[in-house]
């Protein structure tokens, strides 16, 4: 088959074929229909998460049908044939403390997709069968894969941020647009927060309905019940503790952030907040997928050919992205 195999930090992917991956126990074989391009993708290939295995097929968004099953009972639920997504939480121990306390994102010994397993950057796959969502047959696959990450880690940033009307969105890439849409939905006030200039995001805002939209150097109107930073900016931590009411909650959505500066502890004081989000449970996938079905998400993405990896990584790098980068085998 062929895959965008990294082979280490500071190197491109390279095109490659590599042997067909082979299901194991309790595993299914899965034919990738397409792959969302994640920022944790990039943070991967920049070395800034530093324990993949090596070398790699990158790739934790992905979608497709399942071609077969590896040995051992089957579960009546998946069939051949069926179209399936698999997230980045790709295996978990079930037997540490977290995982018997249903805490299963932050199991002792977790495997993740396209980080310590193999990933969707290729033309197949393999995945552990309990760690898949069964998802429509008549979706677009290219509109379906971003959901099984950004769409996934916004939820779970949402749910920990606790009731609320007003809600900021801090970078309004593909986890933001998602949520925005689940938002409004709703009926919360949305208030996206992007880069200054950034012109594409804040198009892409307007476009959705949400309540403001203005540059980091402008703080939002209002106060905000929850302030969620889904940009890898650790300065945008201090500036959302300003305008969050008290009791309020700045919730950190992403694997990676660079240094949060020191701030006065004023700024923190009644009872506000700081939160990080770990990966996703299964749990909230069940919940989130017929949500945003429901709520009729519409998500923007960028298609790319599989070979065009290193461009849909450049791309999302340099801030050019509106929405996600989607790749099609």
């Known amino acids: 088959m062929r895959a965008m195999v990294f082979p280490g930090p500071g190197r491109p992917l390279q095109l490659c074929e590599v042997p067909d991956p082979v299901p194991g126990s309790g595993e299914v ?85 396209g980080y310590t397993r193999e990933g969707g950057y290729a033309d197949l796959t393999v995945a552990d069968r309990s760690y898949v969502f069964p998802l429509s047959e008549q979706a677009d696959p290219v509109a379906l894969a ?45 208030y996206a927060v992007t880069r200054d200039g950034d012109e594409t995001a804040q198009a892409l805002a307007r476009d959705l309905g949400v309540t403001w939209v203005g540059g980091a150097s402008e703080p939002p109107p209002v106060s905000l019940d929850a302030a969620l930073i889904f940009a890898p900016v650790g300065a945008l931590v201090p500036a959302a503790l300003k305008v969050v009411r008290k009791g309020g909650r700045v919730v950190c959505g992403g694997i990676h952030m660079s240094d949060i500066p020191s701030f006065p502890y004023a700024d923190l004081w009644e009872e506000r907040q700081i939160l990080s989000v770990a990966n996703l449970t299964r749990a909230a996938g069940l919940e989130f997928l017929p949500l945003a079905a429901q709520a009729g998400v519409q998500v923007h993405t960028t298609p790319y050919p599989l070979e065009r990896a290193n461009a849909a990584l450049d791309e999302l790098r340099a801030g050019r992205l509106a929405g996600a980068a989607v790749l099609r085998p």
């Not at 071609?67 to 399936?84: I, S």
């Not at 698999?86 to 540490?96: A, S």
């Open 29 to 113: 074989l899965i034919e990738i229909e397409a792959c969302g391009v994640c920022r944790t993708d990039l943070h991967i290939v920049d070395g800034e998460l530093t324990e993949p295995m090596l070398p790699l097929i990158p790739g934790h968004e992905l979608v497709g049908r399942i071609r077969g099953f590896g040995p051992g009972e089957r579960d009546d639920a998946l069939r051949v044939g069926q179209r399936v997504g698999v997230p980045w939480l790709g295996h978990t121990c079930g037997c540490c403390s977290y995982c018997a306390d249903a805490r299963e994102n932050l199991c002792d010994a977790p495997r993740f997709t």
């Open 146 to 190: 971003p959901l099984m990450c950004a769409g996934l880690i916004g939820y779970r940033t949402y749910r920990l941020a606790g009731p609320g009307r007003r809600f900021g969105r801090y970078g309004f890439g593909a986890a933001a647009h998602i949520l925005a849409q689940i938002l409004l939905w709703q009926g919360a006030e949305v």
